[in-house]
């Protein structure tokens, strides 16, 4: 029998991971922990053959115990919560979703955009303190008069790009693994990091790396203008938050719609919570009832590949396919073929 299991709980059925598993005529037992910390892991998880797997913390010391463990299957485009470096060390397949939730993402991004651009949750907040002042949050600037400039042209990215250039805003881009032809298909112009900050709205679709942690930091915050907005529906990481709660606080920057934030979840006190010219949502913008379906239905497709002993899609650590460690190459895993 082959262990499954889910170590963050999920509030949705699991339907969809039944289906999969018995679809897929393995020997498969599908658990489901409520891990919250790495003892919780290492307690319930020990004798697993895969984890579906979210927010928890998959340390070096977690994966050191779970010795039987060749895939681990992230059920969202991050992958953070995971050492990668270990895994591949030990011999274990990480794989994520990274195309299940584009549309939601990018619909949410304008829906941040809208509000902040039309000042709706000012004025709704207005309207609901007993005014009728349509000038309550002042006068917003048209939409198709400003520029958008994204960090980050990926799926969402484009997504985003191709949306906002339906309300009319130019589009400017900085990614430097996109290239500009790829771009200008989407009606993005590619830039440098500064011209984007330059730009009347900075909206984040990077994924969180070495490289973009803090890419937002009070220097990037202090090249924006006084009148602009950042949306942040990416990671919470990239942006510093004392630096932006500073900047929002003192003007630097007039606005910020943010979906992700660090630390997640944001603590009740925290200043964020009671700055006027911030919207907030709890990360929430992945979410739909189909999306919630297509990623878990994918992520365990992607198990069911992987104890087949073949290659799933999306592998986060690529390198351990040719090391002789990998844990797909083994014998169990060539006897259910």
Not at 41 to 57: F, T
Not at 87 to 103: E, F, M, S
Not at 179 to 192: F, I, L, S
């Amino acid at each position: 029998m082959l262990t499954v299991v889910q170590t963050d709980a999920a509030a949705s059925g699991r339907d969809v991971e039944d289906g999969v598993f018995a679809a897929s005529g393995l020997p498969v037992e599908f658990l489901r922990s409520e891990c919250t910390c790495e003892d919780d892991v290492v307690a319930h998880c020990a004798r697993a053959d895969a984890l579906l797997a979210a927010y928890v913390p998959l340390t070096a010391r977690v994966l050191a115990e779970l010795t039987r463990c060749r895939h681990i299957a992230y059920l969202a485009t991050g992958y953070n919560s995971v050492d990668l470096d270990a895994a591949t060390k030990l011999g274990i397949v990480v794989t994520h979703v990274p195309d299940y939730c584009t549309a939601e993402v990018a619909d949410h991004t304008l829906g941040l955009l809208l509000s902040l651009g039309r000042n709706i949750a000012r004025l709704q907040a207005s309207v609901r303190a007993g005014e009728w002042d349509y000038e309550a949050a002042g006068r917003p600037e048209r939409l198709s008069d400003l520029t958008l400039g994204i960090i980050g042209l990926g799926r969402i990215g484009r997504a985003v790009a191709a949306r906002a250039g339906a309300f009319g805003l130019r589009v400017v881009a900085a990614d430097p693994y996109v290239d500009a032809a790829a771009m200008r298909v989407v009606g993005a112009t590619k830039v440098e990091l500064a011209d984007v900050l330059a730009c009347d709205i900075v909206s984040l679709h990077c994924a969180l790396t070495s490289e973009t942690r803090g890419i937002v930091d009070a220097a990037a915050l202090a090249r924006m203008r006084p009148s602009a907005f950042l949306i942040n529906t990416a990671r919470g990481g990239c942006v510093e938050t004392d630096a932006l709660v500073d900047a929002l606080r003192r003007g630097v920057i007039a606005g910020a719609g943010l979906d992700v934030v660090d630390p997640e979840p944001l603590p009740v006190r925290h200043s964020l919570r009671d700055l006027p010219n911030v919207v907030l949502t709890p990360h929430a913008a992945f979410m739909s009832r189909h999306a919630d379906r297509e990623a878990r239905e994918k992520a365990c497709r992607q198990i069911v590949t992987a104890l087949r002993g073949d290659t799933p899609e999306h592998v986060c650590n690529p390198g351990v396919l040719s090391l002789p460690q990998c844990r797909l190459r083994g014998e169990s895993a060539h006897a259910l073929r």
